[in-house]
T-cell receptor, first 113, second 112 residues
Framework: NAGVTQTPKFRILKIGQSMTLQCAQD?????MYWYRQDPGMGLKLIYY???????DKGEVPNGYNVSRSTTEDFPLRLELAAPSQTSVYFC????????????FGPGTRLTVT | GDSVTQMEGPVTLSEEAFLTINCTYT??????LFWYVQYPGEGLQLLLK???ADDKGSNKGFEATYRKETTSFHLEKGSVQVSDSAVYFC???????????WGAGTKLIIKP
């Protein structure tokens, strides 16, 4: 099993550009998450999904959009990139319910200049 | 609201020293409790967990006990190694929506 995969690993965007961060998992997990991690900080939840076709906002959703058309994929769209979106982005997935751990991808390091 | 407090880092220790990283939380009900570790340049991975009061989670020589009365989940290891250098996150999981509550993490540096 590959677990949770993310592409790309690194990306530099100019202000105002858009891009999609890809995330896929092969563990048949219903729950998927997008986090951002700023330097020296913990994780902030951007969006999450409890199953295909269902998404909800987390703590910091502004400037981002998501979709969940399949169980496996959960892409994150950045529209009109801003320097404040410079961060490391992590995708995670988990089984449904409490007590289950979240499995994390390796992250995408995004710089907006 | 729900929150977690960890001791500030960096924590610097010599190899074979005893480690304690304190974690206290505020959460509705009785959350499951997790410790995650992030090695340099990598994503997070589960280190250990405990799902009810007095449970002890353990892995790779690390231990933490779910203390309901003090709402704490302190991480301990008897003898640390250079390879334990990483950032450690204590993360309670709310039972209402299964979200993890994240603090800033504690950076651990082990010197040979």
């Amino acid at each position: 099993n590959a677990g949770v995969t993310q592409t790309p690993k690194f990306r530099i965007l100019k202000i105002g550009q858009s891009m999609t961060l890809q995330c896929a998992q092969d563990m048949n997990h219903n729950y998927m998450y997008w986090y951002r991690q700023d330097p020296g900080m913990g994780l902030k939840l951007i969006y999450y999904s409890v199953g295909a076709g269902i998404t909800d906002k987390g703590e910091v959703p502004n400037g981002y959009n998501v979709s969940r058309s399949t169980t496996e994929d959960f892409p994150l769209r950045l529209e009109l990139a801003a320097p404040s979106q410079t961060s490391v982005y992590f995708c995670a997935s988990s089984q449904t319910g409490t007590d289950y751990e979240q499995y994390f991808g390796p992250g995408t390091r995004l710089t907006v200049t | 609201g729900d929150s977690v407090t960890q001791m500030e880092g960096p924590v610097t220790l010599s190899e074979e020293a005893f480690l304690t990283i304190n974690c206290t939380y505020t959460a509705t009900g009785y959350p499951s409790l997790f410790w995650y570790v992030q090695y340099p340049g990598e994503g997070l991975q589960l280190l250990l967990k405990a799902t009810k009061a007095d449970d002890k989670g353990s892995n790779k020589g690390f231990e933490a006990t779910y203390r309901k009365e003090t709402t704490s989940f302190h991480l301990e290891k008897g003898s640390v190694q250079v390879s334990d250098s990483a950032v450690y996150f204590c993360a309670p999981q709310t039972r209402s929506n299964y979200q993890l509550i994240w603090g800033a993490g504690t950076k651990l540096i082990i010197k040979p």
